[in-house]
């Protein structure tokens, strides 16, 4: 397939970033988005000139590191789909595709497609820890938990932490991130003894960064690579309460 696309390029945080057109020739269907821009770059390194800069780490849609709008949608628009997982046989000979970063006050561009995202480690900072004893292996059951609450807990810790959710979200919110975080350990026995003080830290932490409120849209949940339901937010404003009144 011959590509054409349309790049956001800038150099710095405070610098002026604009589109850039690019032409992307020979792509195969079976190679993944990345493995395609890899190849642009390496025209680009060629003719002497600075590579698109982009974040990514294991290309296994695990890290969380990718981080790319693409035509305006976070990570592509393939559900439950990571950028570096995205093949190119979603896209069609001719096509016109635009690469953007992730756009929220709480994520400053660093250079191109790469974003400042410490917010969200701030957030995971201000949990803390749990103080249970974690024993040795044969200690592993020794707490029992209900199936239920473990699968709950589970579906909440599949969060990769990519921040798509905010980038989806037209406040730039950080509600389902922080949600499950607050949720998968919530759910749990061993996630109780700090549980007021989590929530209320790591929910100050949010507003702190400049993140936005959430209103319902659930443009979070459709962006979300791993499908993190929507329902984990409900679960942070109850928890958030009980601890109001503790």
Known sequence: MNLTLHVWRQSGPKAPGKLEQYEAKNVSPDQSFLEMLDEVNEHLIKEGKDPIAFDHDCREGICGMCSQVINGVPHGGQERTTVCQLHMR????GDTI???PWRALAFPIQKDLIVDRNALEKIMQAGGYTSCHTGGVADGNAILVPKQDADYAMDAAECIGCGA??????????????????????????????AAERVCAMTEAMQEAGFGNCSNHYECMAACPKGINVKFIA???REYQKALFK
């Not at 406040?171 to 991130?177: D, P």
């Open 165 to 194: 959710c905010v980038a989806a979200c037209p406040n730039g919110s950080a509600m389902l991130y922080t949600s499950a975080k607050v949720a998968q350990l919530a759910a749990l026995p061993q996630g109780q003894a700090e």
């Open 98 to 100: 635009y690469i953007e």
């Open 235 to 237: 679960k942070l404003n």
């Open 90 to 93: 979603r896209f069609n000979d």
